[in-house]
């Protein structure tokens, strides 16, 4: 094993894996904002909403992301929407995490008792009352393992932005070895900085939810 290659090409790394911390936390954010959308829709009492809510979530978690990153990328310029491979990335990432994300929300607010939310009402909450004071605080300790998975997930599954040239982590591990023909030490080094960043996101889980559980 080459310790002296993995060495010099250590700080292009870690330039990398700020890459792939910067997109994964932009596409958390999208897809956090799109999946809130997303099960307020499925749960909404108007049957388009629904409809709307389920034919995303369908979609996005039926079809390979890589695939949707293609479409997005490669396929956008036919309908007129030119992205940068960066933005098409966030926006590809974030779109196929907030199907996932939306069905953890929606099973998080179906898991709250029910004669809960009718007792605030009968007192005179209104829906959005019920649902910020009684419903939401007692849902947000159930979603954080389910939406700490999906981060998860999401990190690792940035490693598919390479394929459309973002010079992420896997990007900058596939120029190394095109010159240096050492794979082994190469993605050794990528596999580690992931594991990294990995371990920091179940770090933060663990703490959110340990809060969560003191409340």
Sequence with gaps: MDFALMQRVFPFFVEAALVTVEISALALALGLLVAALAAAAKLSRSRLLRVIGTVYVSVFRGTPCLIQLFVLYFGG?????????????????????????????????????RGQAEAARSIGFSRFQTLRKVVLPQAAR?????????????????????????????????????????????????????????????????????RFAIV
Excluded: C, H, W
Excluded at 169 to 192: D, H, M
């Design 142 to 210: 159930l979603m954080i393992r389910p939406l700490g998975v999906n981060t998860v997930a999401l990190v690792k599954g940035s490693a598919l932005v390479s394929t459309i040239s973002v010079v992420e982590l896997t990007y900058t591990a596939q120029r190394f070895i095109g010159s240096t023909y050492k794979p082994f030490e190469i993605f050794g080094v990528a596999a580690l900085l992931y594991m990294v960043v990995v371990y920091v996101v179940a770090k933060v889980v663990d703490l959110l939810d340990r």
């Design 77 to 113: 310029p036919q309908i007129g929407i030119n992205l940068e491979p960066f933005a098409a990335g966030v926006i590809g990432l974030g779109l196929n995490i907030g199907a996932y994300m939306a069905e953890s929300i929606r099973g998080a607010l179906l898991s709250v008792d």
